[in-house]
T-cell receptor, first 113, second 112 residues
Framework: DVKVTQSSRYLVKRTGEKVFLECVQD?????MFWYRQDPGLGLRLIYF???????EKGDIPEGYSVSREKKERFSLILESASTNQTSMYLC????????????FGPGTRLTVL | QKEVEQNSGPLSVPEGAIASLNCTYS??????FFWYRQYSGKSPELIMS????GDKEDGRFTAQLNKASQYVSLLIRDSQPSDSATYLC????????????FGQGTILTVHP
């Protein structure tokens, strides 16, 4: 079974804090993704990575950065958290082939006060 | 901008009925199509994937794809209260990056 894990299910941070969200997958997937999900806005892609140290911006990268130092781990960084970054953050991974099936982690609900 | 549109919902069906969920997409080169189910407070889980025109059946679920009409649908037969969830349609971009564009989701409620 594919397993994608995320470091926290719930996280509360203060405005201006640096926040790290971690994602680990155990299926040797090349591709990894970070999304945020907000009511009425659906799933929006923040960043993705197709290999170690390789990253590409998604649709809403502003205010975020990512790091992929090992194939199994993909981190999302909020450099200076703001209240409008309060959201559900979902990590996903997939193999690098045409089928594109993405497998999701359990999500991290982040609240920025 | 690639777009994926789902029927707005929410959709309410009685137990045992057929639920029909619809999705249209704008990018003609799309080759892979997915239906995910998401329970409240949980992450999306894959129900079906479909790549060729026609129907694909898996238990009570049938996915239908019509690339000429840029249309994909999901039928749930013998709907159960446990099927109550948000259903997300996703369309692949056809590259090795495996990017998906998701629809807004349709909320389905199956009432006893």
């Amino acid at each position: 079974d594919v397993k994608v894990t995320q470091s926290s299910r719930y996280l509360v941070k203060r405005t201006g804090e640096k926040v790290f969200l971690e994602c680990v997958q155990d299926m040797d997937h090349e591709n990894m993704f970070w999304y945020r999900q907000d009511p009425g806005l659906g799933l929006r892609l923040i960043y993705f990575s197709y290999d170690v140290k390789m990253k590409e911006k998604g649709d809403i990268p502003e205010g975020y950065s990512v790091s992929r130092e090992k194939k199994e781990r993909f981190s999302l960084i909020l450099e200076s958290a703001s209240t409008n970054q309060t959201s559900m953050y979902l990590c996903a991974s997939s193999w690098r082939r045409g089928t594109d099936t993405q497998y999701f982690g359990p999500g991290t609900r982040l609240t920025v006060l | 901008q690639k777009e994926v549109e789902q029927n707005s919902g929410p959709l309410s069906v009685p137990e045992g009925a057929i639920a029909s969920l619809n999705c249209t997409y704008s990018d003609r080169v799309s080759q892979s199509f997915f239906w995910y189910r998401q329970y409240s407070g949980k992450s999306p889980e894959l129900i079906m994937s479909i790549y060729s025109n026609g129907d694909k059946e898996d238990g009570r679920f049938t996915a239908q794809l019509n690339k000429a009409s840029q249309y994909v649908s999901l039928l749930i037969r013998d709907s159960q209260p446990s099927d109550s969830a948000t259903y997300l349609c996703a369309v692949g971009d056809g590259t090795s990056y495996g990017k998906l564009t998701f629809g807004q989701g349709t909320i389905l409620t199956v009432h006893p």
